[in-house]
Nanobody, 118 residues
């Protein structure tokens, strides 16, 4: 069994910063790509950033403001969010492609709330 646990969400003012963390644990052989998604109230979940080991890909809406990074030794992915805007408000989810003893599968965390006030 594999678990993803996010942390670091909270309340920030516009222009401020937050740093999210996501730790993968359990029956892990290899962690492949790790990514962040978010879901604003009344909207569909959307891609934010992805780190498939050594590379990074970002949604246009966060380019230049957010930075994704990984600590492979700790099976952890981070999302540094700077110059926050009210439209960044939402629940942020971590997603990881993990090879366990049962094979390759996508796993999701439970989400962490980010609220940006104007």
């Amino acid at each position: 069994q594999v678990q993803l646990v996010e942390s670091g969400g909270g309340l920030a003012q516009a222009g401020g910063s937050l740093r999210l963390s996501c730790v993968a644990s359990g029956d892990i052989v290899t962690v492949n790509a790790m990514a962040w998604f978010r879901q604003a109230p009344g909207k569909q979940r959307e891609f934010v950033a992805r780190s498939p080991n050594g590379l990074a890909d970002y949604a246009d809406s966060v380019k230049g403001r957010f930075t994704i990074s990984r600590d492979n030794a700790k099976n952890t992915v981070y999302l540094q969010m700077d110059s926050l805007k009210p439209e960044d408000t939402g629940v942020y989810y971590c997603e990881a492609l993990i090879i366990s003893s049962t094979g390759l599968k996508s796993y999701w965390g439970q989400g962490t709330q980010v609220t940006v006030s104007s």
